[in-house]
């Protein structure tokens, strides 16, 4: 590379200068194109082959870097290393991120929010997938796929449709909390910044004398939760499609780094059998009267990517991956996630994905995994099996340990087992009266009947509001005015189904 500010010559991908950056190798000025311009071919293909397939869910994302800070001693609950010391910090990658939309989708509609965050911990990556809602729409992981279809475009229009959203959500009780929420204003972030993100599952942590507690993480954002009205969020996905991505980038980019302080649920192992709520239904939330926060540290993103596309676009995040001192709990969706994550990512970006520099430990890694498509990384003469007598990489059974809980019992496919106030309509029904102010409750009732005016036939909004009684009366109340349905629709319309969840 030369002293002066020249720019460098350009060169093919191999590295061979090039001739020309606007012409085809030809005979004669107007002559054919010669198979051997290889640097055109090259270009052409590699144009070709730019895009990998986006995400099937949370396509359109930003994200940042940055590190959480330990602010709080948690020795006494995991043994995690990268939390173990007050003031010790973790390098991060985040990504924010819409769940319905395309790539080129608009960042304000509504929508819940991804909210992932990749710790590269001394220990491995440990990766926290949530959202910005403590909770989700369904409980078990066969109805994802179903959910996911009834949200996206359908098959014979090519189009979203209301009338299938609705479809779905009247028949899946379940999902009344979490469609509380979507319909709120908290549907409709001002900015990423302006969210909280929530690990939304139950994880377990695990202390060095192997005592175990059941958490929850909550990263509260220090900017302020601030939202748009319904109106605001259409208006603006007019004006500026890229919205959240630019405030994100610019914010970062002015030195005004957004912050979020983590506080913990923490449930003692034995407590979790006899809750009142079942504490690994996604559905449902912790109240806070029952398990307070507890702040144990901060996260700071505080450096924008060089590149979009190799560090934001190709991050893969995974709830599997989980470090020593932290581990899985019954929550069927976080399961179910523990598999199809992983196998997302080998399929979209490729075997060796964490091999890629965003997504590769910044710890060592001694597996015996080897070979694959686009294999970068590789253990030399290492050998390429377990056991071994030429100094093979050993486990750890103690320090590695997967932290467990005993099950037993038949095989079923049944939903959990109840526990004394579970229900599909209590949490949603606090949300509506004790925690929403009087605003946010006129606002969450004329979103959704705007939202369930276009396009949803009447049986199906009838079969919505008869849920929504059941949710509160005075919000059943409410939409079934808001959408001219006569008097106030039955309560008991859903398929006979109770307050009460049937244990099956
Ligand atoms: P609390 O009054 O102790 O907590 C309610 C929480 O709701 C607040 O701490 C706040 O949490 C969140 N919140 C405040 N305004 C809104 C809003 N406009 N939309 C959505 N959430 C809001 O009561 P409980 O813990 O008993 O929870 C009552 C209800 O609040 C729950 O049924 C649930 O619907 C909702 N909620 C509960 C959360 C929890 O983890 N317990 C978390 C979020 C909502 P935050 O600072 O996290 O936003």
């Known amino acids: 590379m030369s002293n002066d500010h020249r720019p460098p010559h350009t060169t093919n991908d191999a590295g061979i200068p090039i001739a020309s950056d606007e012409h085809s190798l030809t005979v004669g000025p107007d ?64 990504r924010f991120s ?22 590269y911990t001394e220990e491995g990556n440990y990766d926290l997938v949530g959202n910005n809602t403590p909770i989700f729409f369904v409980r078990d992981p066969p109805k994802f796929s179903d959910f996911i279809h009834s949200q996206k475009r359908m098959g014979d229009t090519g189009m979203r449709s209301n009338n299938a959203q609705w479809d779905f959500w009247s028949l899946a009780p379940e ?61 603006m996905a007019k004006q500026d499609p890229d919205f959240h991505r630019r405030d994100l980038r610019e914010s970062i980019a002015n030195g005004d780094f957004p912050v979020w302080r983590l506080e913990m649920q923490i449930m003692p192992f034995e407590e979790a059998a006899a809750y009142r709520f079942n504490p690994f239904d996604l559905t449902k939330v912790w109240p806070h009267s029952d398990y307070p926060g507890i702040t144990i540290g901060r996260l700071v993103l505080d450096r924008n990517p060089a590149n979009f596309f190799a560090e934001i676009e190709q991050a893969s995040f995974e709830p599997a991956n989980m470090v ?19 196998d997302a990512h080998r399929y979209r970006i490729g075997t060796n994905y964490l091999q890629l520099p965003v997504n590769r430990p910044q710890s060592p890694v001694h597996s015996y995994s080897q070979d694959g498509s686009m294999r970068y990384e590789h253990h030399g003469a290492q050998p390429v099996y377990a056991p071994n007598s030429y100094h ?12 467990t809980w005993s099950a037993d019992g038949e095989f079923v496919r049944s939903a959990y087992s109840l526990h004394a106030e579970d229900d599909d309509f209590g949490q ?21 009947v705007g939202h369930m005016s276009q396009g949803v036939e009447r049986h199906i909004q009838e079969r919505a509001v008869a849920l929504w009684h059941k949710v509160d009366a005075n919000l059943g109340a409410g939409i079934a005015r808001g959408i001219g349905l006569s008097g106030e629709a039955a309560p008991s319309g859903h398929n006979g189904t109770s307050g009460k ?3 099956k």
Not at 179 to 185: E, G, K, N, P, W
Request: charge should be positive.
């Open 31 to 94: 002559g054919p194109i010669l198979l051997q311009d290889h640097y055109l071919i090259q270009k052409m293909a590699q144009f070709n082959r730019e895009r990998v397939p986006e995400r099937v869910v949370h396509a359109k994302g930003s994200g940042a870097f940055g590190y959480f800070e330990v602010t709080a001693d948690v020795s006494q609950w995991t043994k995690a290393a990268f939390l173990n010391t007050v003031g010790k910090r973790t390098p991060v990658v985040a």
């Open 98 to 119: 819409t769940v319905a939309g395309e790539q080129g989708s608009a960042d304000t509609v509504r929508d819940p929010r991804g909210f992932a965050v990749k710790f």
């Open 175 to 235: 999902s009344l909390h979490q469609v509380a929420f979507l319909m709120s204003d908290r549907g409709t972030p001002r900015t990423y910044r302006h969210m909280n993100g929530y690990g939304s599952h139950t994880f377990m942590w695990v202390n060095a004398g192997g005592e175990r507690f059941w958490v929850k993480y909550h990263f509260k954002t220090e900017q302020g939760i601030e939202n748009f009205t319904d109106s605001e969020a259409a208006e």
């Open 324 to 342: 020593p001192g932290i581990g899985p709990s019954p929550d069927k969706m976080l399961l179910g996630r523990l598999f199809s994550y992983p």
């Open 392 to 403: 093979g990489p050993q486990a750890a059974p103690e320090y590695a340990a997967e932290p």
């Open 428 to 448: 949603a029904g606090t949300l509506f009266r004790k925690t929403l102010s009087a605003t946010d409750r006129e606002h969450l009732i004329s979103n959704i």
């Open 501 to 503: 969840r049937a244990k």
